[in-house]
């Protein structure tokens, strides 16, 4: 198996510079801080509430009206660091515009369910239909530009598979929309998204690290450190949350890192928590219509463990618990894979 390093050009083989990448998370961290208590303020002040919706769970109806929108103060807080310390190579510039233009799609939820005081926001074809157009520049980026091998590679087995451009067309838009959606269902309990996607960052942090890949490190970094800022104010009881925008962002991230480092297959694995989460609301829908039963008390699965009385603290750490082992355990195959 050819490693990652060697078939993209625009990655130099040599050491990365690992204070360049502590910098970029370190600051990306402090600017989230910094700036958090003043955004939070403002959207106070213009009303920028969460809609609750009335079908969730009881505890979560005091929620309703706090400031959301959160993932603006974290992109910002991303954006800053990356764009002054890295070179902007092809790879890492892609992963950013992903990020960007997912996290412009949850804008554009999260203003429609403020501005129209409802919990329904954009419409599903719309949501799918910008998604398309994402998955399709990236694929563009990843095959014509920068000339990755349209494979699928499972590093578990060390094998590959020649899937052909259209296929590999196909894999993107699902590795993409996966990992977004995924993300955003997590998004239900302080802290919950964020951590993870911290953790999951993190792993990938890693995995550029090891590779080479400069670029997508810092970049990864700065996408870790903004995620442990914005904790400091999302951790239970959030003061704020990052609604569409910051969920859908950070998901198109770690989609779009995972085409980068050609480990789409074992994302399923590095991200096991939102595999997880998704699963579970596939698991009820599907066994609603069917059986009409329902396997959970209320998917995702960690409403089911609130209505089993489970504080959402506890429920948080175990699960950020699960998210560090299975990225671990991701991180550990892909470098066994590695020649």
């Known amino acids: 198996m050819i490693p990652t390093a060697q078939i993209v050009g625009d990655f130099a083989a040599a050491a990365i510079d690992r204070g360049e990448v502590l910098i970029a998370g370190m600051a990306a961290m402090l600017i989230t801080i910094f700036l958090g208590p003043k955004f939070i303020a403002y959207l106070r002040v213009k009303e920028f509430g969460q809609q609750i919706r009335e079908e969730g ?65 954009l419409a599903a074809r ?74 999951v960052l993190l792993a990938y942090m890693a995995i550029t690290i090891t590779n080479g890949q400069e670029g997508l490190a810092l970049l990864s970094a700065c996408l870790v450190g903004a995620s442990i800022g914005f904790l400091w104010f999302n951790a239970f009881p959030a003061a704020i949350f990052m609604g569409d925008t910051g969920s859908l962002g950070l998901g198109g991230a770690i989609g779009a890192m995972a085409v980068m480092t050609q480990t789409e297959l074992l994302l399923i694995i590095i991200g096991g928590i939102f595999v997880i989460e998704a699963l579970s609301v596939a698991v009820q829908v599907i066994s609603f219509k069917m059986f009409r039963r329902r396997v959970l008390l209320m998917a995702p699965v960690h409403h089911h463990f609130e209505l089993l009385a489970w504080s959402e603290t506890k429920i948080m750490l175990r699960f950020w618990i699960i998210a560090a082992v299975c990225s671990g355990i991701g991180y550990v195959l892909y470098q066994n894979s590695i020649p």
């Open 126 to 199: 719309y949501k799918l239909l910008g998604q398309i157009a994402i998955a399709l520049a990236l694929w563009w980026i990843a095959y014509d530009e920068l000339g990755l091998e349209p494979t699928l590679e499972s590093r578990v087995f060390d094998t590959e598979i020649y899937v052909g451009p259209v296929l590999y067309l196909i894999l993107i838009y699902f590795v993409v929309a996966g990992a977004s959606n995924a993300v955003n269902l997590t998004d239900g309990l302080d802290g919950l998204a964020a951590g993870s996607c911290a953790i």
């Open 57 to 121: 769970p009881a505890g979560h109806h005091e929620k309703a009206g706090t400031p959301t929108m959160g993932g603006l103060i974290l992109f910002l807080a991303i954006a800053v660091p990356y764009l002054v310390l890295s070179d902007r190579d092809t790879a890492s510039l892609a992963v950013f515009g992903v990020a960007l233009a997912c996290a412009a799609l949850g804008f554009a939820d999260d203003f429609i369910k403020i501005s129209k005081r409802r919990s329904l926001g």
